[in-house]
């Protein structure tokens, strides 16, 4: 929980010894969307939804293809994820799939596009966009959860670097430029963090003027960001001079730590309302066994 200006009793949500990985809080704020291996033999992750005064997860969606989880849909009745090959690369071929919060079988939105992302508003802008990487640029569209991908470009980036070998690794589609519709959907926010000055490009979707923030302070962000409810200011995670922490940038670009992370490249998610704050916090267990008359 965040009051003030720190971190303040956080409180341990997913009890399970497994792998569980923060991907967004609901838009009514009761419940948390996560990945985690906990179903899975094979090391596969699983989507699951998990009420914040419940013990207990929900899982929405548990086959065994490799998938990424990406957005919450505005109106919160589905998770939007891709299913991506083992062997990823910049530009391969994905899927984008929705499965229904409540229950139900996965749909297929977009086959067979190289989409690296899917970012959607908040209530009451019903907006959502897609990001593919071809050609050393990206292209956002519209996400249309009937029809599919729009066909009309909305802004294209080039250039935006792509994710080196050990990064690949660990998280495929962490490009060192990220972008995300505002809550509003009225912009999109892109900032390629791999420079020395990070700075936030918002581009117009409907009127409005393109401007930029830039970031004040020693701080090396990690890929992936998150608006403020309102729209101003953003979270993520950075590594400062005191070490990984969950960062708050305001409207102007300044920075604010505000409590220890993990690592920086795991940022927090925070609730519509702005209360709420699920971040990841990695716990080891290391035991001593004994071999007599070895």
């Not at 009745?77 to 530009?91: K, M, N, T």
């Not at 593919?132 to 599919?148: S, V």
């Not at 670097?161 to 690949?168: F, M, V």
Request: hydrophobic letters at 35%.
């Amino acid at each position: 929980m965040q009051k003030g200006t720190r971190l303040e009793n956080p409180r341990r949500l997913t009890l399970n010894e497994s792998d569980d990985l923060v991907g967004a809080c609901s838009p009514d704020g009761k419940a948390l969307l996560f990945t985690s291996d906990r179903n899975s033999a094979e090391g596969n992750y699983g989507i699951f939804k998990q009420v914040l005064d419940q013990r207990e997860a929900e899982p929405v969606v548990v086959d065994a293809a490799p998938k990424k989880f990406e957005a919450v849909s505005p109106d919160g009745a589905w998770v939007y994820y891709l299913i991506i090959p083992d062997a990823w690369h910049p530009g391969a071929i994905v899927n984008v799939m929705r499965a229904p919060l409540a229950g139900g079988p996965a749909q297929l939105v977009v086959s067979g596009r190289p989409v690296i992302a899917v970012s959607c508003s908040r209530p009451p802008a019903t907006r959502c966009v897609v990001t593919e990487y071809d050609q050393k640029q990206f292209t956002l569209y519209d996400l249309d959860p009937i029809h599919g991908q729009g066909r009309e470009a909305l802004i294209r980036i080039p250039n935006p670097g792509e994710p080196d070998e050990l990064t690949r690794f660990f998280e495929p589609l962490a490009f060192p430029t990220g972008c995300r519709i505002t809550p509003d959907g009225s912009f999109v926010a892109c900032a390629r963090v791999d420079k020395s000055t990070v700075v936030f490009r918002f581009l117009p979707l409907r009127g409005g003027r393109e401007h930029d923030v830039t970031v004040k302070g020693a701080v090396r962000l990690g890929y992936d960001f998150e608006f403020a409810p309102n729209g101003r200011g953003i979270y993520t995670a950075g590594r400062t001079p005191e070490g990984d922490q969950f960062i708050h940038i305001g409207p102007e670009g300044d920075v604010h730590a505000f409590g220890p992370a993990n690592s920086y490249e795991l940022p927090p998610r925070v609730s519509p309302d702005g209360r709420p704050l699920a971040f990841d916090k990695w716990s080891i267990s290391l035991n001593v066994w004994l071999i007599e008359n070895f």
